[in-house]
């Protein structure tokens, strides 16, 4: 017989996770089902956490062998990266048993085990020792996130071809990486192997990187990890990828038919991830996927069955993990007779490089394609205070604001802070707000938070500091 529950949710990520705690909360009786054997889903076991601990791990190593020049002097600086490895292992068990935690506190029945429909009701759980437990409930919802895609006929090995999770994982520090693809994944974890020593060269398919992003901060964002020693091969393809003992040799060819080779120890390739359905039947019950193989769903995060929804990284939108937890809980809300809602508006995005990188709304590009006119406000950190006195003064605040009523349209930062900085915006943009409004608010002096008041005080040209 199986056992009976109001709504069972597959998948135990940040979108899984939290719809389940939400629809506890509201009093629904809930079961969550995941395979991977802890909780988290990609974003704390292979993602989010894992690669900002190496970044600021990453990050301290290299700013202590620069101290001397801020009149701090130490000794030899070494790293020791199975010891960082630990440490970024650390994080992860203590943030998953976390979640573990969380469930239980909120009476959410954890199955360990991948889940398959049966019926449109009915969910088949098998544990890692293939045994079945059937589970039941009216209400069942998808959150079962991505995987890695690779390149036609090139497998991940993890160890020469790898995908985030082995750039996660490596065992000693490569002295040359190809980084296959300019966006989030590359550009974070080529920054990781770069500052532990790595020679980075990113080959990207476009004529700039993290496409989507605001143009004038995705050229700054390139020439600043040019910088850093980072090498770019733009408007280049991959033709084939073959290892050797040595790591493996790259081929190449750019726009104009010119063939390169790179000879590197490890290939890391993110060409971005795609939607993970696999294992759950949907065939069966009929459950309609997009021409992206995303699970296709309605507003309401619907899916063409009326008691199975889905949210997160399977379904159309950004794959972020703040993105997921709000679908999760506008879903629980919705199936707990409330009216849940994401404002896809608002959805930051942050890169966790040095200096961060944080956008939020529209672009000039998206702006330009819609027809809307717009007013720029812009400030550079070399003119903040606090950034000049930490030394940290790279990049600029960029805000859009509409020509006529002046609300916010859109902000885009790269600077010290940016991904805690970006957050004012989304509450401004949130309440409606217009640049003025922010202009007019007292931002403690002296802050990173001054560069997003002077930006919008320089929508209306009249900032103090530039
Ligand atoms: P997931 O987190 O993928 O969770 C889905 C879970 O479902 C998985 O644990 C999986 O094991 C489980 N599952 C799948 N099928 C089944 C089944 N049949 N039965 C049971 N369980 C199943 N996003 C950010 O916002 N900020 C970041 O800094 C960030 N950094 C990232 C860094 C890396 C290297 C990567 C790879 C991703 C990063 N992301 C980041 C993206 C973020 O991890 C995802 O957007 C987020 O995890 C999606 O959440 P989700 O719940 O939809 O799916
Ligand atoms: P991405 O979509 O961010 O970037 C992929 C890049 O690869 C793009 O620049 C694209 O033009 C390029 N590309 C595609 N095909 C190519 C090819 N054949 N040859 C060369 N370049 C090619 O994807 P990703 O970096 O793999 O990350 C996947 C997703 O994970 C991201 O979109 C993001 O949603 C999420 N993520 C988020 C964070 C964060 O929030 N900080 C960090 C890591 C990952």
Known sequence: MSEKFQTIVIGGGPGGYVCAIRLAQLGIKTACVESRGSLGGTCLNIGCIPSKSLLNLSEEFHKAQNLSSKGIEVGEVKLNLSKMMKN????????????????????????????????????????????????????IIIATGSVPVSLPEIEFDEKVIVSSTGALNLKQVP????????????????SVWSRLGAEVHVVEFLDHITPGMDREISNEFMKILKKQGINFHMQHKVKSIKKNKSGATVSTVD????KKDFDCDVVLISVGRKPNTNGLNLETIGVELDKKNRVKTDKNFRTNKDNIFAIGDVINGPMLAHKAEDEGIAVAENIGGQSGHVNYDTIPGVIYTSPEVASIGKTEEQLKGLNIKYKIGKFSFMANSRAKAIDN????????????????????????????LIAEIGVAM?????????????HAHPTFSEAVKEAALSVDRRAIHS
């Open 255 to 258: 726009k104009d038919n010119n």
């Open 175 to 190: 002295k040359k990486m190809l980084v296959v693809g300019g966006g989030y994944i590359g550009l974070e974890m080529g």
């Open 430 to 442: 949130e309440f409606g707000a217009s640049s003025e409004d922010i202009a007019r608010t007292c």
């Open 88 to 139: 970024k292992d650390k994080a992860v068990t203590i943030l998953t048993k976390g979640v573990e935690f969380l469930l239980k506190k909120n009476k959410v029945t954890y199955f360990k085990g991948t889940g398959s429909f049966k019926s449109k009701n009915e969910i088949s759980v098998k544990d890692s020792q293939n045994k079945e437990t059937l589970i039941q409930a009216e209400n």
């Open 393 to 420: 003064a790279e990049g600029f605040v960029k805000i859009l604001a509409d020509e006529r009523t002046d609300k916010v349209l859109g902000a885009h930062l790269i600077g010290p802070h940016a991904g805690e």
